[in-house]
T-cell receptor, first 116, second 115 residues
Framework: NAGVMQNPRHLVRRRGQEARLRCSPM?????VYWYRQLPEEGLKFMVY????????ESGMPKERFSAEFPKEGPSILRIQQVVRGDSAAYFC??????????????FGPGTRLTVT | KNQVEQSPQSLIILEGKNCTLQ??????????LRWYKQDTGRGPVSLTI?????NTKSNGRYTATLDADTKQSSLHITASQLSDSASYIC??????????????FGRGTSLIVHP
């Protein structure tokens, strides 16, 4: 049973380009969470999705950032017109159900985005 | 506002020694508290989870404690190994009516074990 997969592992973009980060949850998991980790900072929640549904995007910047989790395929975190401040590690986690109780979130290895 | 504070920010110890990491939180109502280990360049991996009624839980050389009254937790590492060098993150999730299902992450304690 493969764990949470993220690709690419490293992504370099110039300012103004688009960054597209992919996350494939663990088999049987229907809930996906995206987090951002800045250097020397803790993980910050961005968005929580179920298939074809955004449950909570309260941690997502209002502009340039969007996320989706289609019926088929991986979850995508899209950052348009990237700026240097977007450079960070972006982690995806998945869980089998709503993250109530003791359902654990399993984390992927992260995508390290560098904006030059 | 839900917050999780960890101390120390960083810690250096010699191989074979014990150490204790601290976590204070203000998340309310409380559902559970997890300790994660995050190796450099990797995603966090869960070490322990504790609910309100539990005050001690062990996972090998890792022992976590929880005092729900004072809202404090600790992670004790026994007989440290070089592979214990990592960031240890305390994560608290709220629960109950009005509780958020979104966990609150501490900034982590960076542990370096020297030979």
């Amino acid at each position: 049973n493969a764990g949470v997969m993220q690709n690419p592992r490293h992504l370099v973009r110039r300012r103004g380009q688009e960054a597209r980060l992919r996350c494939s949850p663990m088999k049987g998991h229907s809930h996906v969470y995206w987090y951002r980790q800045l250097p020397e900072e803790g993980l910050k929640f961005m968005v929580y999705l179920q298939k074809e549904n955004i449950i909570d995007e309260s941690g997502m910047p209002k502009e340039r950032f969007s996320a989706e989790f289609p019926k088929e395929g991986p979850s995508i975190l899209r950052i348009q017109q990237v700026v240097r401040g977007d450079s960070a590690a972006y982690f995806c986690a998945s869980s089998p159900k709503l993250a109530g109780g003791s359902y654990e979130q399993y984390f992927g290895p992260g995508t390290r985005l560098t904006v030059t | 506002k839900n917050q999780v504070e960890q101390s120390p920010q960083s810690l250096i110890i010699l191989e074979g020694k014990n150490c204790t990491l601290q976590c204070n939180y203000t998340v309310s109502p409380f559902s559970n508290l997890r300790w994660y280990k995050q190796d450099t360049g990797r995603g966090p991996v869960s070490l322990t989870i504790m609910t309100f009624s539990e005050n001690t839980k062990s996972n090998g050389r890792y022992t976590a404690t929880l005092d729900a009254d004072t809202k404090q937790s600790s992670l004790h590492i026994t007989a440290s190994q070089l592979s214990d060098s990592a960031s240890y993150i305390c994560v608290v999730k709220g629960g109950g009516a009005g509780g958020s299902y979104i966990p609150t992450f501490g900034r982590g304690t960076s542990l370096i074990v020297h030979p």
